[in-house]
């Protein structure tokens, strides 16, 4: 694969560079996050996206500024990797004024910010695909040139809604871009119990669009076919399905004990790690000032949303479309 799909002219080295200080703040993000949840508890559900963050942010650094970006709940490299600062990321996570949904929604599926095409999520699995189709769809009537890219798990590959958001999109030919994050496991449930095929891009044919497998521990690969897939939405050629593979390190939620399981990853080890992945083409020096400048970065967008007061009572109708 060539540089010719990365989304601007910088070179294929300075890519990296970004995405491997995006991917590094996101670590140290996962990091901090869990450290809040063991020491004081969490109000809802932690879904932790550690080990997955290259894949998410490789597959960003594709889109464009105005492009609409749906989600899944592993963490929150989605949306830092789309631009939304990360004081309003940790601010809807710990339910802070300072939020970008106001601190209203809490948990892993409430942010939002219309100013970077990011769109939301819902708690019901799913609902993002005929979301995804649907301003896919808008884009292409407007002809403003935007791809929506729908991030989900392998277990929500299983909604119907996935049936009739994939075949329209198909038919139509409508500007989206479908990206698995196959983890191996939905819940307790092991891809290999809930699947009856080996690999979720099998059933791309079926809906008459390709399916791309890669490497999820790579950002720059997933870069590389999102790339192609968004170039190939945007030219009016339709939807791409990708499935990226990894692996789910935690448990489904932080706090997950996983009795279900055996395969666990003993303690901090995260195999095949696209942060070392990254790393080993960064010169050491270099690679340790990103890391320490990330780190402050975290430490102290984590702080400011800890110090924010929480939402008045009274904006609890504001928003709300009735
Ligand atoms: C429609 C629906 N069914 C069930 C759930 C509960 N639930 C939340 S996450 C999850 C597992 C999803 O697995 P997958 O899509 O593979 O994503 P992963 O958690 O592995 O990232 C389940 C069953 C839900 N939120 N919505
Ligand atoms: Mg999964």
Known sequence: MTSTHV???????????????????????????????????????????????????????????????????????????????????FGDLLGRAVGSTGGKGGGTVHFASAEHGVLGQGGTLGSNFVLGAGTALASQLLGDGRVTVVFFGDGAAARGTWHEAAI???????????????????????????????????RAPAYGMPGVIVDGQDAMAVMDVTAQAIDRARRGEGPTLIEAKTLRIRGHYEGDRQPYRQDQVQGDEIPNDPVHRLGEHIAVEERRAIDAEARRTVEEAFDAALAAPRPDRSVIFEDVWA
């Not at 601007?8 to 996050?33: G, M, N, S, W």
């Not at 559900?45 to 942010?57: A, C, D, N, R, S």
């Not at 492009?67 to 789309?82: M, N, T, V």
């Open 168 to 202: 329209q999109a198909s038919v139509w030919k409508l500007p989206v871009v479908w990206v698995c994050e196959n983890n191996g496991w939905a819940l307790s449930a092991r891809f290999e119990d809930q699947s009856p095929t080996p690999n979720v891009a099998d």
């Open 7 to 89: 989304p601007d002219q910088r070179t294929r080295h300075e890519h990296l560079i970004e995405i491997y200080r995006k991917v590094v703040t996101v670590r140290f993000a996962e990091l901090r996050i869990r450290g809040h949840v063991e020491a004081e508890g969490f109000g809802g559900f932690w879904h932790p996206g550690i080990g997955q963050e290259g894949l998410q942010v490789g597959a960003i650094a594709a889109m464009q500024p105005a492009d609409y970006l749906y989600y899944a709940h592993r963490g929150l490299g989605y949306a830092y990797a789309k631009g939304m600062d990360l004081t309003a990321l």
